[in-house]
């Protein structure tokens, strides 16, 4: 844009950023291996910095026995890995705090204590990911490795945790 009556041209004003499908599901994808990451962390107890070499290098946007997994954001991946794994006692702590009288991180499942992990270190810790963004990605995570109600445990967790954190 410029003004005719001025020599020097108008800047254009400031866009936020494109949110793009091919993004979005690089994001989704980022998110399924930090958990699937998260998870081998806590079932075999793999350094962080091995986790992250074996995921670049054999698994994120590879195909194995036929299965073929999606490119991820690499930097948003590690982030969330080496972030919560970073956070862990502040995370499990706070999720602690929502569990009902009686329930502690014990136990719930490990694939379960990884998702939540993950969702509970972005709402902390990502406060340019939209709280309804981080609740719906990680609900449509547990799909991938629960039934209905197991999802909507972590969607309860993750809202009344959100509603802490990002207050």
């Known amino acids: 844009m410029t003004n005719p009556n001025s020599p020097t041209p108008t800047p254009a004003?400031?866009?936020?950023?494109?949110?793009?499908?091919?993004?979005?599901?690089?994001?989704?994808?980022?998110?399924?291996?930090?958990?699937?990451?998260?998870?081998?962390?806590?079932?075999?107890?793999?350094?962080?910095?091995?986790?992250?070499?074996?995921?670049?290098?054999?698994r994120l946007g590879a195909t194995i026995e036929d299965a073929e997994y999606a490119e991820a954001e690499v930097d948003f991946f590690d982030d969330i890995v080496k972030g919560t794994a970073a956070r862990l006692d502040e995370i499990d702590a706070t999720i602690a705090s929502k569990l009902a009288k009686g329930w502690n991180?014990?136990?719930?499942?490990?694939?379960?204590?990884a998702i939540l992990r993950a969702g509970v270190y972005e709402l902390i810790a990502r406060p340019d990911v939209p709280v309804g963004t981080v609740i719906t990605e990680y609900v449509d995570v547990a799909h991938a490795f629960f039934e209905k109600r197991e999802a909507g445990?972590?969607?309860?967790?993750?809202?009344?945790?959100?509603?802490?954190?990002r207050a």
Request: proline share 3%.
């Open 13 to 58: 004003p400031a866009r936020a950023p494109i949110r793009t499908k091919a993004r979005s599901q690089a994001r989704a994808a980022s998110r399924l291996a930090a958990v699937q990451a998260l998870y081998q962390h806590d079932m075999e107890g793999t350094a962080v910095t091995t986790l992250l070499h074996e995921f670049h290098q054999h």
């Open 105 to 113: 991180l014990a136990r719930l499942d490990k694939s379960m204590r």
């Open 153 to 165: 445990f972590v969607n309860g967790l993750l809202d009344a945790i959100a509603k802490d954190v």
